[in-house]
C-alpha cells in the first residue's frame, strides 16, 4: 500500500502504528520519526502540491483540516479524484478514534484497535495521578504572541493540562482556538506561562520577549519564573506523541509543587 501524509500528526499517527515503510511523501514540516526527511516532500501542509501528490499514485492520502485553510488541500484531492480520509480530531480521545480509523483504512483495523487501546490506557495512567494531586496550578499556553492566539476549553490543550494536574485558564472559552489580548491573559494571572508558538522552534523562542510586556512583570508565572518553551511539535500536533509532552508538563508542575519559591 501507497500512503501520502499531508500533515505532521497524520505521520506520526502512521508511526505509531509502526507503518511508517507504507508512506511515499509527506508534507514539508513532517519530521518525525526521523526517516520520513528522506521521503519525497509535498509542500507546506497549508499549500501542498496536489499534482507531486498525485504522481506519487497513493493507494490513501491523509489529509487534514486541523489548521484554517487546509481545506484548499481537499479540494485539490477531490479535483485529481484521489482517494483520501481527514483527520480532524480536538480531543486527546479523538486521536484514539482517528489510530482506529486509520488502522480500518489501511487493513490493520485489529492491530490499530489494540494500540489506541493502550492509547487510552496511559491517559487513564496520568487522570489517576492528577485526580491525587492536590492543588491544580494554572497554565497560559501561547501558540501566537501578536494577535495572541491560544487553546481554549475544546483544545486538547485542555485536557492535557488537566491531565498533568493544572489547568487551562482559557478553559472556559467554549472553542478550540481562541483570539484574545495581553490585558486578558493578565487579568486571568497564571501561575505558569507555556510558551508554544506554532511553527517556531525553541531556540527562536525568548522569554525575554514575554517579561517585556507591559504590566507582565506583575504576573505570577513572571514573578516566580515560571516561564516554560516548550517544543511545539509535542503540544500543537494532534498525534499520540501528545503523552511525550504531557510526561514533560506534568514534571514541570511535579517538580514545581516539590520545590515551591
Not at 28 to 40: F, G
Not at 69 to 89: A, H, Q, T, V, W
Not at 169 to 177: L, V
Request: aromatic share 8%; charged share 30%; with cysteine.
Amino acid at each position: 500500500m501507497r500512503i501520502v501524509s499531508i500533515c505532521p500528526s497524520n505521520t506520526e499517527i502512521i508511526a505509531y502504528l509502526d507503518r511508517v515503510h507504507l508512506l511515499v511523501g509527506v508534507d514539508n514540516y513532517s519530521d518525525y520519526p526521523p526517516q520520513v526527511e528522506r521521503l519525497p516532500k509535498l509542500g507546506p501542509d497549508l499549500s501542498i502540491d496536489i499534482e507531486k501528490v498525485a504522481e506519487l499514485q497513493p493507494d490513501l492520502v491523509l489529509a487534514s483540516l486541523s489548521v484554517p485553510g487546509m481545506e484548499k488541500n481537499i479540494e485539490g484531492l477531490d479535483e485529481y479524484g484521489l482517494p483520501y480520509i481527514i483527520l480532524n480530531p480536538n480531543s486527546i480521545y479523538e486521536i484514539s478514534e482517528d489510530i482506529r480509523r486509520v488502522g480500518k483504512a489501511i487493513g490493520i483495523e485489529a492491530e490499530a484497535n489494540s494500540k489506541a487501546h493502550t492509547f487510552i490506557l496511559e491517559i487513564e495512567k496520568f487522570k489517576a495521578r492528577a485526580e491525587q494531586s492536590g492543588d491544580k496550578p494554572s497554565l497560559y499556553w501561547e501558540w501566537w504572541p501578536k494577535p495572541v492566539f491560544t487553546p481554549g476549553g475544546l483544545n486538547w490543550l485542555t485536557e492535557i493540562s488537566e491531565l498533568a494536574g493544572a489547568y487551562n485558564i482559557f478553559r472556559d472559552e467554549n472553542t478550540a482556538s481562541f483570539q484574545t489580548d495581553w490585558e486578558d491573559v493578565k487579568r486571568r494571572d497564571p501561575d505558569h506561562i507555556c510558551m508554544v508558538w506554532v511553527g517556531v522552534k525553541e531556540e527562536k523562542m525568548n522569554t525575554d520577549l514575554i517579561r517585556k510586556r507591559p504590566g507582565w512583570d506583575e504576573l505570577t508565572a513572571v514573578k516566580q519564573d515560571r516561564i516554560h518553551v516548550l517544543e511545539e511539535s509535542l503540544f500543537c500536533r494532534p498525534s499520540p506523541r501528545l503523552l511525550v509532552g504531557l510526561r514533560k508538563i506534568e514534571e514541570i508542575i511535579r517538580n514545581e509543587k516539590g520545590n515551591p519559591s
